[in-house]
């Protein structure tokens, strides 16, 4: 069992929490994440770790609530535990000087970026970050993200806050003026695509987080594979980080849609259950 | 006196209309009338055959004349001396090329049903509550055991009974191996391998879960928290694809994922229970092993309206056990034998709709004895089908071997160990079970955790016995 110490709102749908676990807080490195299970009829579902504390032994998830499981994580409370939470799982990224490295992360994959940006940093890169939401609403850790970078930009899609526009926007006009010797992406699949389009143009190489569906976390069952240059790998064993060059985008957005039925099926019933049980307080 | 030759007793099954319908065990036991009965045609041999074929060497003769005799409980305490897990081994061990198969009596007529003796007396004293056993006092050495499968359960459980104050370290959530995550219910069920396990407990041994052994801790950690001997039994947990076009399509599993869906995570009770599993009308199983049966019989259960498997050998070649392919034809399963996939097909939305196959033919035998397919030019054609399911074998899973610096493997990735010690390349490093020898059986694994247990046992008392090491 491990015990939720803290949680924080950070905007209405993605929420932080910081985890009880000392074993996994003293292993884990930038790039890694952990499978956890609510309860013992639950999925076990990925997140990334998003920072650790090997000396309070305590590791930090932020999640985006979009479906049944998020969800309930998300009701859960400082107090509450978790059944399981296994890690720190996938291979770490490597941390060397690379040069000039920009670090981009869309909506839920900003918290992810900021502990590799982190790292890049204390390994004497120069860091520029672009991180991007939807919508002002829907940004978070801004300033944690400025402390660790050389120079930070923002964006939202429709304009409410920093630029307009998405992420490869500004990364466009980076990639224009100045010499960049790394780029790393982190954010919805699409995103990672358009990213890695964008740089391959550029001739930049550039590392994704891939974020497939899961089952084990340990490169027992395979349903994590994706294409990488043609080749078969486990996202859970061999990544979560590949070179956006080589990664079949399309192969893996169709994967993700795998389960889009029953995880309608699994949210509906588990709202509508909420609500009865929120009509029943309410008498 | 009834005839010791025939007589062997059938083992009552729910009919196969019925039992597809849900994940309730299909074999219902013996009755107690018709144990006492089977155990007494047993000849008491001098010699034994029987347990020269039993890898755990239970004393078979002994426990059979318990249970002819009505004694029942003393029957049970008789095969735990060698067997922690009796239940599960009464179900799912092939006795069949086992103990039955050097059985004297079946020279000139039929086995005793030895396997359906031990189910029966191990069900007997599950019913009336098991009794634990009085742990004895610790001798002051900590083992740790890597994965808890039948290797890793038994080596425990044999090293607490010396004395020994074991862990088992699992990566996954629930204890079993296999045998939670692979075998399904209605041939084992979950509840019966829990008890086992909470006898292995009961002597004493911890099971930490959900602790990945190469990224959680490692085995230098675990040296530095006090254990001084290790036991790796972690299988051969690493899915084989065919490595053909197209094979990942949506709709195409490997039969582990497909078989943890549906056993470890229960999606047969979705949306109870939050992981699904997708099951179209017409499902191919690829392959001819155990697992392959058991994929297909899961997928009529979970409502296939089809069920084909898909073997390039013939039926006689298929390395599943006679009992579980006949059960699985009653239920309604299509073998399309000496037929190879060369490609999947998918449509315009990325899922899965026919695999292309190619006719084969046995040629001369293979280093494995077995007649070699050698595929017919020109035969290809198309099975249409939404779900796929790849059950053509287990490697050895990389994660902790890489972590752990100088343990020699041998040429096909397994961990290279002494088949009578288990003894690996680094000082008090032991393995045993699937990680050493591919994907065997649960008995067999069973069998190297006890010879583990044994040279451990040997080992802390006296190191210099491994001269290998020094
Ligand atoms: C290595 C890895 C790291 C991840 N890190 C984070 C993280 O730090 N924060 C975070 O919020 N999410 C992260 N994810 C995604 C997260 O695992 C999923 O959002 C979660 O499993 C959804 O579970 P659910 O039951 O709430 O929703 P479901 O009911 O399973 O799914 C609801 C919706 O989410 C989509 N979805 C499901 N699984 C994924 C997935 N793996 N990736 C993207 N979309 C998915 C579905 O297509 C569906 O539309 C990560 C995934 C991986 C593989
Ligand atoms: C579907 C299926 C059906 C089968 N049917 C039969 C049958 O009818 N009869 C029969 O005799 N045999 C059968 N077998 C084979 C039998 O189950 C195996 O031979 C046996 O389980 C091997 O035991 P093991 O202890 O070596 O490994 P496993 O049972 O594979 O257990 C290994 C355990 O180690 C854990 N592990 C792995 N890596 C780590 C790590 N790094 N850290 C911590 N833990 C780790 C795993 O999670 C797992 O729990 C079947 C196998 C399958 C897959
Ligand atoms: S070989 Fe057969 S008859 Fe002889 S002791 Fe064993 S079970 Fe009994
Ligand atoms: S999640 Fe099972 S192999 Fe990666």
Redesign the interface.
């Known amino acids: 069992m491990f015990k939720i110490l803290k949680k924080q709102v950070l905007t209405p749908e993605i929420k932080l929490m910081v985890i009880d676990a000392p074993r996994v807080a003293r292993k884990a490195k930038a790039g890694q994440f952990v499978i956890l299970r609510i309860n013992d009829q639950g999925e076990r579902i990925p997140l990334t770790i998003a920072d650790f504390d090997p000396e309070k032994g305590t590791v930090t998830i932020i999640f985006q609530e979009v479906g049944k499981t998020t969800m309930m994580l998300g009701e859960m409370e400082a107090g509450d535990t978790i059944l399981d939470f296994v890690g720190p799982l996938g291979k770490e990224m490597e941390e060397k000087n690379f040069g000039h490295v920009v670090c981009v992360g869309g909506g839920v994959g900003i918290a992810p970026t900021f502990p590799k940006a982190r790292a890049l940093k204390e390994a004497g890169n120069r860091v520029t970050s672009i991180i991007g939401a939807r919508t002002a609403s829907m940004l978070f850790w801004e300033d944690k993200m400025r402390e660790v970078s050389d120079k930070l930009y923002v964006t939202t899609d429709d304009g409410s806050y920093g630029e307009k526009g998405f992420v490869t926007t500004v990364l466009e006009r980076v990639l224009e003026q100045e010499k960049v010797d790394l780029v790393i992406a982190v954010g919805p699949v699409m995103m990672m695509k358009m990213t890695s389009l964008l740089t391959k143009k550029h001739g930049v190489p550039t590392l994704v987080s891939l974020n497939p569906i899961m089952v084990d976390g340990t490169g027992m069952c395979g349903c994590c594979r994706v294409s990488v240059n043609g080749q078969c790998k486990f996202t859970c064993v061999d990544g979560p980080i590949f070179d956006g060059h080589a990664v079949d985008f399309d192969e893996l957005l169709s994967r993700q849609r795998i389960y889009l039925e029953e995880e309608k099926r699994a949210l509906e019933k588990y709202l509508a259950t909420r609500a009865k049980e929120e009509a029943h307080y309410a008498e | 006196m009834q005839n010791r030759l025939s007589g062997r007793p059938k083992m009552p099954q729910r009919p196969p209309k019925e039992r597809i319908k849900d994940f309730e065990e299909v074999p219902l036991g013996l009755p107690e009338w018709a144990a006492v009965e089977e155990a007494k045609r047993c000849l008491q041999c001098k010699k034994p055959q029987c347990v020269q074929g039993c890898p755990v060497e239970i004393d078979i003769p002994g426990f059979l004349k318990l249970v002819a005799e009505g004694r029942f409980e003393d029957a049970i305490a008789k095969i735990k001396e060698k067997n922690s897990l009796p239940a599960i081994c009464g179900r799912v061990c092939p006795q069949e090329t086992q103990c039955e198969e050097k059985c004297v009596l079946g020279k000139k007529g039929q086995p005793i049903a030895i396997g359906y003796l031990e189910r029966f007396v191990a069900d007997y004293e599950r019913e009336k509550g098991i009794r634990p056993p009085s742990a004895p006092s610790w001798n002051g050495h900590r083992v740790a055991v890597i994965g808890s499968g039948p290797a890793g359960l038994t080596c425990a459980g044999d090293l607490a009974k010396m004395g020994y104050q074991v862990t088992i370290f699992e990566?996954?959530?629930a204890p079993g191996g296999v045998l939670v995550?692979g075998i399904p219910e209605f041939r084992l069920p979950k509840s019966i391998v829990a008890q086992e396990v909470d006898y292995v407990r009961s002597l004493g041994v911890e099971i930490e879960?959900?602790?990945?052994v190469g990224?959680?801790?490692t085995i230098d950690d675990l040296r530095e928290e006090g254990y001084e001997a290790f036991f790796i039994g972690t299988g051969a947990?690493?899915?084989y694809?065919l490595?053909i076009p197209g094979?990942?399509l949506?709709?195409i599993?490997?039969a582990?994922?497909f078989l943890?869906?549906t056993n470890l995570?229960?999606a047969y009770l979705?949306?109870?229970?939050?992981?699904?599993v997708?099951i179209g009308r017409r499902v191919a199983v690829i392959g001819g092993g155990n697992v392959a049966m058991d994929a297909a019989r899961c997928a009529l259960r979970l409502g296939a309206e089809e069920v084909c498997l898909v073997y390039r050998r013939t039926k006689k070649e298929m390395p599943a056990r006679v009992e579980e392919v006949e059960r699985a034809e009653e239920e309604g399963v299509n073998c399309i034998i000496l037929t190879n996939p060369v490609r999947f097909i998918g449509n315009d939305?990325?899922w899965v709709t026919g695999i292309e196959c190619i006719q084969m033919e046995l040629g001369e035998p293979d280093e494995s004895g077995r007649r070699r397919p050698v595929p017919i030019p020109g035969s290809e054609f198309v099975i249409p089908i939404d779900t796929v399911v790849v059950a053509i074998g287990q490697g050895p899973?990389?994660?902790l071997l890489e972590t752990i610096k100088g343990l020699a493997l041998n040429k096909k990735g397994y961990i290279a160990a002494d088949p009578q010690t288990g003894a690996t390349s680094l000082p008090g490093v032991f393995a045993g079970g699937d990680i050493v020898t591919g994907a065997a059986t649960v008995i067999s694994a069973m069998g190297a955790g006890k010879r583990a247990a044994r040279s451990i046992d040997l080992y802390l008392k006296d190191p210099n016995k491994f001269p290998q090491w020094r």
Do not use: I, Q
């Open positions: 990566a996954l959530h995550y879960l959900s602790c990945v990224k959680t801790l947990g690493l899915p694809f490595n094979e990942n949506n709709g599993y490997s582990n994922e943890t869906r995570m229960k979705f949306p109870e229970f939050d992981t699904p997708k939305n990325g899973n990389p994660l």
